[in-house]
């Protein structure tokens, strides 16, 4: 299983930012879910959204209301829309991918994208 993230960058508070996460090698097993981490400098890795595979939604506390979670089955593919990024959302992002095999669930992590929010 691969993820590859993307979309992360500076930007200013109060501003948005879309994350992308792409999976490949996800044909032998059911997506359980996809949703994103994320670790500030630090700070342990925190999760922040998840998206199951029925489509139902839950995030964070600290991110309700900013952040929405959506996927593109089609493309395997999960994204993060951030808006009124505060500085303290600044982290390395994570995808997660949760893999069901047989009655076992399996978690995978992605390489990370930085987000930075400062003026």
């Known amino acids: 299983v691969q993820l590859q993230a993307s979309g992360g960058g500076l930007v200013q508070p109060g501003g948005s930012l879309r994350l992308s996460c792409a999976a490949s090698g996800t044909d032998a097993f059911r997506i359980a879910a996809m949703g994103w981490y994320r670790q500030a400098p630090g700070k342990q890795r925190e999760w922040v959204a998840v998206m199951v595979s029925g489509g139902a939604t839950n995030y964070v506390d600290s991110v309700k209301d900013r952040f929405t979670i959506s996927r593109d089955y089609a493309k395997n593919m999960v994204y993060l829309q951030m808006n009124s990024l505060k500085p303290e959302d600044t982290a390395v992002y994570y995808c997660?991918?949760?893999?069901?095999?047989?009655?076992?669930?399996?978690?995978?992590y992605g390489q990370g994208t930085q987000v930075t929010v400062s003026s």
């Open positions: 997660n991918l949760v893999a069901k095999i047989r009655s076992n669930e399996y978690n995978y």
